[in-house]
């Protein structure tokens, strides 16, 4: 990826041909990855896929990791498990990642206070999406808005 980057923006001579032998290798080395899995490993990444839209479509409520593991069929251990080897993360992890990204496109694209963003992605507390916000951000929400905006 970073090897296409830098040639799509240097542009050398045969740039093209150069990007389309990339995403040919990149299409090959999925293609020979997904017929080397198997079965299982398939049911899995299908399984924590389908958690991570359960995520996607609940983070704004209170939704807890257990519910998640019982609506995939899998125990809650083994769901984190698997979900942190296959995602980096844990299940608490990403909700909070998936709050911080949706609050940071409210900051920037409506005039909705801190307190209004705070309880529609799902927080029960400013105060408490302050402190994640800053820790996760490096910048209040306030301030954060504040740069954004002028951008």
């Not at 995520?55 to 769901?79: G, K, L, T, V």
């Not at 709050?99 to 409210?106: A, D, N, T, V």
């Not at 954060?144 to 002028?150: A, D, F, G, P």
Request: charged share 25%; net charge positive.
């Amino acid at each position: 990826y970073k090897n296409a980057i830098h040639i799509a923006t240097e542009q050398p001579i045969g740039y093209q041909q150069i990007l389309a032998g990339i995403a040919n290798l990149l299409l090959g080395l999925t293609y020979s990855l997904d017929k080397n899995s198997t079965d299982d490993q398939k049911k899995v990444t299908q399984q924590i896929n389908k958690a991570k839209m359960i995520m996607s479509e609940n983070f704004h409520r209170d939704i807890r990791p257990e519910e998640i593991a019982e609506q995939i069929c899998m125990s809650y251990s083994w769901f984190r498990h698997l979900f942190k080897k296959q995602t980096g993360l844990s299940p608490h992890q990403y909700m909070q990642e998936l709050r911080i990204q949706r609050s940071k496109e409210l900051l920037v694209s409506t005039t909705l206070t801190c307190q209004e963003i705070a309880y529609k992605i799902g927080y029960e507390s400013p105060l408490s999406f302050n402190i994640v916000f800053k820790k996760k951000t490096g910048y209040p929400p306030n301030k954060y808005r504040e740069i954004h905006q002028k951008r």
